[in-house]
């Protein structure tokens, strides 16, 4: 197809939550792709809809999950989850999963991939970071360092084994869900990047780049291979 459509859940009403989602669409549309907003939607009608619909999915950042849905209980630090999204996005993670959609987690998105996998996360990093993870007023530039398994789709994509990604977050993967891999760490070890063990095309990176691809090109490289994945996949 040319113009594959990708499906990226709905982030929320307030001007905030607009404009984190106009920075996705507007690097999926710069890879040629199209964008369709999905709403929280849970029953089986619509979430077949959206399966056949869509030619892959991009799980976007977001509020932190609800500690429960990994089997515990908040600790200081947790922030205020968000639980229509975290119902829809995990139930429809699952679907997207077993039609092997391709696939793009992007924050919190990576998180909820560990989650959906069995995996737990580190509920407040504050005092076990080398760097500051969560750095929004420098969102647009590279402030902390990272390193790559060479083996790595993300490796592949970014033509190198260590690179310098923004940071926005305060949470992290903990425990790996069954099922994954780590495919880039940060100097402290917190995971930023996630493979799933044979799985047709899949990215979930801790960092941000739809906040430094139009400063830096090579993040746009992602959602570049990302798109033509789903254009690749021959459905519509």
């Known amino acids: 197809m040319l113009y594959p459509t990708i499906g990226v859940p709905f982030m929320g009403t307030d001007l905030f939550c ?12 710069r890879s040629g792709a199209l964008v369709q907003i999905l709403m929280p939607d849970t029953s089986s009608e619509a979430m077949s809809a959206a399966i056949n619909q869509c030619a892959g999915f991009l799980f976007p950042g977001g509020p932190d999950i609800r500690p429960d849905r990994y089997g515990e209980k908040p ?7 968000d639980p229509v999204r975290d119902a829809f996005e995990l139930q429809f993670l699952g679907a997207v999963l077993a039609a092997r959609k391709p696939l793009f987690c992007i924050g919190r998105g990576m998180q909820l991939l560990n989650v959906a996998f069995g995996g737990t996360l580190i509920q407040d990093m504050k005092g076990r970071q080398e760097y500051p993870h969560m750095d929004f007023a420098n969102r647009a530039s590279a402030t902390h360092p990272i390193e790559l398994d060479p083996d790595s789709l993300v490796s592949r994509l970014l033509g190198s084994d260590a690179v310098t ?48 691809a139009a400063r830096t090109l090579v993040q746009q490289k992602l959602f570049q291979a990302f798109a033509d994945a789903c254009r690749n996949s021959g459905e519509n």
């Open 18 to 29: 607009r404009y984190q989602q106009y920075k996705y669409t507007r690097c999926l549309r």
């Open 75 to 81: 600790q200081p630090g947790c922030g205020k989850p």
């Open 165 to 212: 990604v923004n940071s926005l977050h305060h949470q992290a993967a903990d425990t790996i869900g069954e099922g994954l891999w780590i495919a880039a760490d940060s100097p402290e070890g917190f995971p930023e990047a996630l493979e799933i063990e044979d799985y047709p095309f899949c990215l979930a990176v801790q960092w941000h780049p739809e906040y430094m």
